[in-house]
T-cell receptor, first 116, second 113 residues
Framework: NAGVMQNPRHLVRRRGQEARLRCSPM?????VYWYRQLPEEGLKFMVY????????ESGMPKERFSAEFPKEGPSILRIQQVVRGDSAAYFC??????????????FGPGTRLTVL | KQEVTQIPAALSVPEGENLVLNCSFT??????LQWFRQDPGKGLTSLLL???SQREQTSGRLNASLDKSSGRSTLYIAASQPGDSATYLC????????????WGAGTKLIIKP
């Protein structure tokens, strides 16, 4: 059973370009979470999605950022018109359960975005 | 607002020593606390998860304790090895959320051969 997969592992963009980060959850998991880790900081929650639904996007910037988890295919975190401050590691996690106290999230290897 | 703090930010010890990493949180209303390991440029590996009703969890040379009322957790590493060098992160699940994790900034551990 493959773990959470993210690609690309490293992404370099110039200011103003778009960045697309992909996350394939573990088999059997229908809940996906995106986190961002700035240098020397802990992870910060961005968004929680279930298939075809955004459940909680309270941690995601209102502008330029969007996320989706279509019925088929991976979850996508999209950053439009990237700026240098978007440079960070973006981690995806998935879980089988939700709405319960014990709800372990399994993390992918992350995508390291560098904006030049 | 829940805040998680890890002290020290960095730690360097000789191989073979036992060591303790600290994690504190400001709001004791948590479901569980989890310790992760992060290797440079790599993902996160879950080490131990302690439910709020538990006092400690053990896995091999690792032992994590939880004192919920005082808002503290420790990760004890016995007989440290160079391969233990990594950043150790703790994260708490607040009671008012079934999915959000609140993270500390981590302790960067270096074990010198």
């Amino acid at each position: 059973n493959a773990g959470v997969m993210q690609n690309p592992r490293h992404l370099v963009r110039r200011r103003g370009q778009e960045a697309r980060l992909r996350c394939s959850p573990m088999k059997g998991h229908s809940h996906v979470y995106w986190y961002r880790q700035l240098p020397e900081e802990g992870l910060k929650f961005m968004v929680y999605l279930q298939k075809e639904n955004i459940i909680d996007e309270s941690g995601m910037p209102k502008e330029r950022f969007s996320a989706e988890f279509p019925k088929e295919g991976p979850s996508i975190l999209r950053i439009q018109q990237v700026v240098r401050g978007d440079s960070a590691a973006y981690f995806c996690a998935s879980s089988q359960l939700a709405g319960v106290a014990y709800n372990e999230q399994f993390f992918g290897p992350g995508t390291r975005l560098t904006v030049l | 607002k829940q805040e998680v703090t890890q002290i020290p930010a960095a730690l360097s010890v000789p191989e073979g020593e036992n060591l303790v990493l600290n994690c504190s949180f400001t709001d004791s209303a948590i479901y569980n606390l989890q310790w992760f390991r992060q290797d440079p440029g790599k993902g996160l590996t879950s080490l131990l998860l302690i439910q709020s009703s538990q006092r400690e969890q053990t896995s091999g040379r690792l032992n994590a304790s939880l004192d919920k009322s005082s808002g503290r957790s420790t990760l004890y590493i016995a007989a440290s090895q160079p391969g233990d060098s990594a950043t150790y992160l703790c994260a708490v699940r607040p009671e008012d959320s079934n999915y959000q994790l609140i993270w500390g900034a981590g302790t960067k551990l270096i074990i010198k051969p």
